[in-house]
């Protein structure tokens, strides 16, 4: 059986960016992410697998990432997520430019409580803006790499969206 597949959008929080922006530190998307258009930055990821059961709990992954990126060339590129539905979690693979890489860190929490469309019938859900939450150590990175103490952890660094679907033959 095919699992259904889609795209997601996260954007950044306007107080997260106007901290970030202030310090000279720059947003981009990874291939095969793309940017998405408007006043804030965000990434779109595309090529996503992902399951939700009956009863609405299940993951999605995407190829691609977005990289954190300040003036003086230190950056952080969180790529491939991978989440949990409904309540969970956001993990990354991990790059930064003081040599950390390929650990997976945990960056967001969020609860779908609110957000989450199933349709167990046709295979397909969809996630409307939904608060990421920082973790800690998403938190600490972000200070530790960038020496920007822009979140904390529990405050919401982007909204994310989500729709999922089998593709019709």
């Known amino acids: 059986m095919r699992k259904p597949t889609g795209t997601a959008s996260m954007r950044l929080d306007p107080h997260v960016w106007g901290v970030l922006e202030d310090r000279g530190v720059s947003v981009s998307p990874i291939a095969p992410a793309a940017p998405l258009n408007g006043p804030l930055p965000g990434v779109k990821f595309s090529m996503g697998s992902g399951e939700v059961n009956p009863t609405g709990n299940g993951e999605a992954s995407f190829p691609g990432g977005i990289r954190l990126e300040n003036d003086e060339g230190a950056f952080i590129e969180l790529t491939?997520?991978?989440?949990?539905?409904?309540?969970?979690?956001?993990?990354?693979?991990?790059?930064?430019?003081?040599?950390?890489?390929?650990?997976?860190?945990?960056?967001?929490?969020?609860?779908?409580?609110?957000?989450?469309?199933?349709?167990?019938?046709?295979?397909?859900?969809?996630?409307?803006?939904?608060?990421?939450?920082?973790?800690?150590?998403?938190?600490?990175?972000?200070?530790?790499?960038?020496?920007?103490?822009?979140?904390?952890?529990?405050?919401v660094f982007a909204i994310a969206s989500a729709e999922f679907g089998l593709k019709k033959a």
């Open 80 to 155: 491939h997520p991978r989440g949990t539905i409904p309540h969970g979690r956001v993990d990354f693979a991990v790059k930064t430019s003081n040599g950390n890489s390929a650990q997976r860190v945990q960056a967001f929490e969020y609860s779908l409580v609110n957000t989450l469309e199933v349709a167990p019938l046709e295979l397909s859900f969809a996630i409307h803006d939904t608060q990421l939450k920082a973790t800690q150590d998403f938190a600490d990175l972000i200070a530790d790499v960038l020496d920007v103490a822009a979140v904390d952890a529990g405050d």
